[in-house]
């Protein structure tokens, strides 16, 4: 096999698609952390690569637990089958991927992150072991936390207070009580994308008994307005931050992403009422890549709402890092 093949099949097997998410947080952290003295760029370098690191094997350690409890019930890889629109766990089902392999992967994506936070709470501050210790946490109850309908509070939690409060800390050494409500904000912005996310795997996940924030709103109608919510709380924390924590007012560029709200909000909508409908990405919306492949694959009906979300965090994230420096 090839390297190339070998790439691609990893990124699959990692879902480092979703990496994106990762990169929107430590930007905000960036835009604060850049003017202090003993800011590093370096360390700053080290930090993503070790948040990559913990977010690529946080999403195949997801998967392979996935696996693993569905051979409970049918006692053959070759039969294990999860209701979605994706082919989910791929490689690990056709055993592209040995589970020993698996295995091996994991701690080599968790042993460089574990040492890289090791390398920051010697330089940086000891408190730096709490955030990985919290983080650890979240991550090994994840796969279990669909069954209290917890799972988009914990994720939320990791890419927003977490790695925003704890990423400044191990770059500068100290908490900037300034970061609180930006992370907050993003707690938010992270649950508009799962929660769109569980909108439209709304029947799948009943069936597979996950139980999500869209479930628990009884209705995909009910979900969207729970989303509608999510995503005026989101704006608002921002605002609540500039009057109370004297934030830059530059910040409320986030507002700019209004028009990537507006849109999943409407799409949403069609997903519910009209299935077949035509999707015309436009430059304001964001990245929509491999888009012509996702057409021939009949699954830009998925994509496209999944892509505004997506989007939407990473230019709130960017326009709140622009606009506290700006």
């Given at each position: 096999m090839n390297f190339k093949k070998r790439l691609t099949n990893f990124m699959e097997l990692t879902r480092a698609y979703s990496l994106p998410v990762t990169i929107a947080p430590l930007m905000i952290v960036y835009s604060y952390a850049q003017f202090y003295e003993n800011f590093s760029l370096l360390n700053m370098l080290i930090l993503t690569v070790a948040l990559c690191m913990v977010h690529l094997g946080a999403n195949l350690f997801d998967d392979f637990i996935d696996v693993k409890l569905k051979l409970r019930e049918c006692h053959n890889l070759g039969k294990v089958h999860f209701s979605s629109f994706f082919n989910k766990a791929r490689l690990i089902k056709d055993e592209t991927y040995s589970f020993c392999e698996i295995k091996k992967i994991l701690c080599v994506l968790f042993g460089i992150s574990s040492i890289i936070g090791i390398y920051f709470a010697m330089t940086s501050s000891p408190c730096v072991l709490i955030f990985m210790a919290l983080g650890g946490i979240l991550c090994l109850i994840y796969p279990i936390?669909?069954?209290?309908?917890?799972?988009?509070?914990?994720?939320?939690?990791?890419?927003?207070?977490?790695?925003?409060?704890?990423?400044?800390?191990?770059?500068?050494?100290?908490?900037?009580?300034?970061?609180?409500?930006?992370?907050?904000?993003?707690?938010?912005?992270?649950?508009?994308?799962?929660?769109?996310?569980?909108?439209?795997?709304?029947?799948?996940?009943?069936?597979?008994?996950?139980?999500?924030?869209?479930?628990?709103?009884?209705?995909?109608?009910?979900?969207?307005?729970?989303?509608?919510?999510?995503?005026?709380?989101s704006y608002f924390t921002i605002y609540i931050g500039i009057e109370t924590l004297n934030i830059n007012p530059k910040t409320l560029y986030v507002f700019l992403t209004l028009p990537i709200a507006v849109r999943l909000i409407e799409s949403l909508k069609d997903y519910i009422n009209i299935k077949d409908v035509e999707f015309y990405p436009r430059w304001y919306y964001g990245f929509f890549e491999n888009w012509e492949e996702i057409k021939k694959n009949n699954i830009a009906?998925?994509?496209?709402?999944?892509?505004?979300?997506?989007?939407?965090v990473f230019f709130f994230a960017l326009f709140l890092a622009i606009g506290a420096n700006a």
């Amino acid at each position: 096999m090839n390297f190339k093949k070998r790439l691609t099949n990893f990124m699959e097997l990692t879902r480092a698609y979703s990496l994106p998410v990762t990169i929107a947080p430590l930007m905000i952290v960036y835009s604060y952390a850049q003017f202090y003295e003993n800011f590093s760029l370096l360390n700053m370098l080290i930090l993503t690569v070790a948040l990559c690191m913990v977010h690529l094997g946080a999403n195949l350690f997801d998967d392979f637990i996935d696996v693993k409890l569905k051979l409970r019930e049918c006692h053959n890889l070759g039969k294990v089958h999860f209701s979605s629109f994706f082919n989910k766990a791929r490689l690990i089902k056709d055993e592209t991927y040995s589970f020993c392999e698996i295995k091996k992967i994991l701690c080599v994506l968790f042993g460089i992150s574990s040492i890289i936070g090791i390398y920051f709470a010697m330089t940086s501050s000891p408190c730096v072991l709490i955030f990985m210790a919290l983080g650890g946490i979240l991550c090994l109850i994840y796969p279990i936390s669909s069954k209290y309908y917890l799972s988009e509070t914990i994720i939320g939690i990791i890419y927003g207070p977490l790695i925003i409060l704890g990423g400044f800390l191990a770059l500068i050494g100290e908490i900037n009580t300034g970061l609180i409500y930006p992370s907050i904000a993003m707690f938010f912005a992270i649950i508009v994308l799962l929660h769109t996310h569980s909108i439209m795997d709304w029947e799948f996940d009943r069936i597979e008994g996950k139980n999500t924030l869209a479930i628990l709103s009884k209705s995909k109608t009910n979900a969207i307005e729970v989303l509608r919510t999510i995503i005026a709380l989101s704006y608002f924390t921002i605002y609540i931050g500039i009057e109370t924590l004297n934030i830059n007012p530059k910040t409320l560029y986030v507002f700019l992403t209004l028009p990537i709200a507006v849109r999943l909000i409407e799409s949403l909508k069609d997903y519910i009422n009209i299935k077949d409908v035509e999707f015309y990405p436009r430059w304001y919306y964001g990245f929509f890549e491999n888009w012509e492949e996702i057409k021939k694959n009949n699954i830009a009906f998925f994509m496209f709402r999944f892509y505004l979300a997506r989007n939407y965090v990473f230019f709130f994230a960017l326009f709140l890092a622009i606009g506290a420096n700006a």
